[in-house]
């Protein structure tokens, strides 16, 4: 029950955090405290995986990087550890003595107040959406000097992405439903958010894009979905993935309105794994890119 307690918090607010950055990382992000162009001799922290890897694959160094519970780049997992994204410690940063602390801008309201005050020069990228990711990739590369490496990133993943998009066909709209969160909590992903980037992108249909309400997610309604009837229901979790999960199943099972929609009778219901649909993007958009794909199309 503690367990189940705790995951609802942080679904709560985590859930509110993105709803209220998503207008305000961008303005942020260019409030760096520079004097001058980033040099190739200045410490950075990346304080996020998705930001970590991105410097990385543009050659940018880095002296820190966070704690994670998923796989990172062998490139960068040698490099000292500050801590979780979301409760970084403060003591080793600070002892790493970083120029520029990089992160996602997903977690600019949870931390950002305690890095200004404790005088940590910070940037927060948006990576809410697929095209914001490749946006902060130029700004990034631009930076910090790697102009260059920003350009063949940036082509290697629009070939793959054309590759990806060719053989769509425009006429053929499946409607889709993205559930975020554990049962008597959903909330359903927007298009502003970043699995709904990748439905918008692959021309399918999200039913949440027909809310009037912004922000990355917003409210679900079991009768309101029911009406729109899917034709895929995705399952996205967030803390205790296996325990929500469970949670999911168990209200799929013993709620019997679940068995009137299309996608359950179909057998259509799939749990999005955090390692390519997050709720941020990063470098690996072009996997998730294909991996949405061949769930809506194959």
């Not at 350009?151 to 769509?168: G, H, N, S, V, W």
């Not at 909590?185 to 912004?214: P, V, W």
Request: aromatic share 8%.
């Amino acid at each position: 029950m503690k367990k189940r307690f705790l995951s609802l918090i942080m679904l709560i607010a985590i859930s509110l955090l993105l709803t209220s950055c998503s207008t305000e990382q961008t303005s942020q992000s260019s409030q760096v405290q520079q004097s001058e162009k980033a040099s190739e001799d200045m410490r950075i922290i990346g304080g996020s995986r998705a930001v970590s890897e991105i410097l990385a694959k543009l050659d940018i160094e880095i002296v820190g990087r966070p704690s994670t519970q998923y796989e990172i780049m062998n490139e960068i997992k040698d490099v000292p550890e500050i801590g979780f994204p979301m409760n970084p410690d403060l003591e080793k940063i600070k002892a790493l003595k970083p120029d520029i602390y990089i992160t996602s801008g997903a977690l600019q309201e949870m931390i950002g107040d305690m890095l200004v005050e404790n005088g940590i020069n910070t940037m927060f990228c948006d990576l809410d959406s697929y095209d914001s990711v490749k946006e902060t990739i130029e700004k990034l590369a631009k930076e910090f000097n790697k102009e260059e490496n920003g350009k063949e990133l940036i082509a290697e993943i629009e070939k793959e992405e054309q590759e990806i998009l060719k053989d769509i066909n425009p006429n053929k709209k499946v409607k889709v439903m993205i559930l975020f969160g554990a049962p008597g909590h959903f909330m359903l992903a927007s298009n502003n958010s970043f699995a709904g980037s990748l439905i918008e992108k692959l021309g399918a249909e999200n039913i949440a894009s027909k809310a009037d309400i912004s922000g990355q997610y917003v409210p679900f309604s079991l009768e309101t979905a029911l009406k729109e009837n899917p034709d895929i229901i995705f399952r996205m979790y967030h803390g205790d993935i296996e325990e929500a999960k469970k949670q999911a199943n168990e209200e799929f099972k013993n709620n019997p309105q679940w068995e009137k929609f299309k996608a359950v009778k179909e057998g259509k219901i799939y749990d999005l794994d955090p390692e390519c649909f997050g709720v941020t993007g990063d470098i690996k958009i072009v996997e998730s890119l294909k991996k949405m794909k061949e769930y809506l199309y194959e």
